[in-house]
């Protein structure tokens, strides 16, 4: 394993390489950063290139202030495989805001992308109200630092399954969300709140796309994942059972089990 920090348009991004094999990007939502994947990392690294980086402004990333797009992500993702001399096309794997940034990274870097796994994520923008509570959001973390956050998402993020069994991830995840620095939960914030409904790109991602959700999800529902796997051209919708918003902490097995069968369905995962 490698934990690197690359240099890339003038910041540093922690970036975690491992394995060998066709490039594997995963991408991980908000406010989170690369551990979100640490049950996949290891399994999927047998196989496959897993490349897992902290976006800007989480984990061991720098921080930007101000507002963070997600082009300006996906942007920094593709200098990341730039860094890393990834020159062939990557199966591009996000969660959430990992995926709003993937359909971005598909609109700007089509070439670089082979197939797509998209995890309870959206292609509709936020509507105003959501908006004004990101900014809200954004305003409070950047006057009090990130204590309150952990609270006023855990209820959206887990399943109850996961509130009744699974302390260890909903630690480890609060020790995440405390940790991460306020601006950088705060850029992102506004970026989300600021980004185009992509519905009408669906048609055109000629790319095969596993999309995955968890059957309690409520931020990205598996019913509104039904109508993204209506209208793209070449998806399979996979729902996960006993999990809410995180499948990948959730039920961990049942997400590599699915990724290995859409990645090699010759190979039994
Ligand atoms: C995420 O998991 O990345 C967030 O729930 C995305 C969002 O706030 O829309």
Redesign the pocket.
């Known amino acids: 394993m490698t934990n690197t920090i690359l240099s890339v348009d003038n910041i540093q991004l922690a970036v975690l390489d491992q394995g060998k094999g066709d490039p594997l990007l995963l991408v ?5 950063d690369h551990s979100m994947w640490r049950f996949q990392i290891d399994a999927l690294s047998t196989r496959y290139r897993v490349i897992a980086p902290d976006l800007r402004g989480f984990g061991k990333s720098d921080v930007t202030q101000g507002t963070v797009t997600m082009s300006r992500f996906a942007d920094d993702l593709a200098n990341v495989l730039d860094a890393l001399k990834v020159s062939s096309a990557i199966t591009y794997c996000g ?6 940034i993937g359909w971005e990274f598909f609109r700007r870097h089509r070439q670089r992308v082979s197939r797509m796994i998209m995890c ?3 292609t509709a923008k ?1 509507t105003a109200q ?1 908006a004004r509570g ?1 900014l809200l959001m954004a305003a409070r973390v950047c006057a009090e630092g990130p204590g309150f956050v952990p609270e006023a ?1 855990f209820p ?2 887990f399943s109850k399954d996961s509130f009744r069994h699974r302390a260890d991830i909903i630690e480890k995840t609060r020790n995440v969300i405390l940790a991460s620095p306020a601006e950088g939960i705060a850029a992102a ?1 506004r970026g ?1 709140a600021q980004r185009e409904d992509v519905t009408q790109m669906l048609t055109s991602v000629d790319v095969p796309v596993l999309l995955l959700v968890g059957v309690h999800d409520v ?2 529902p598996p019913a509104e994942m039904q109508h993204m796997a209506n209208a793209l051209p070449l998806a399979t919708l996979k729902s996960v059972d006993h999990s809410g ?2 499948p990948p902490l959730e039920n961990p097995d049942a997400v590599n089990k699915a990724i290995f069968s859409f990645l090699n369905p010759l190979l039994d995962g």
């Open positions: 991980h939502g908000f406010p989170l969660l959430s805001m990992g995926g709003y309870d994520t959206r936020d959501v990101r998402m959206k993020l914030q989300m931020i990205s918003h995180l």
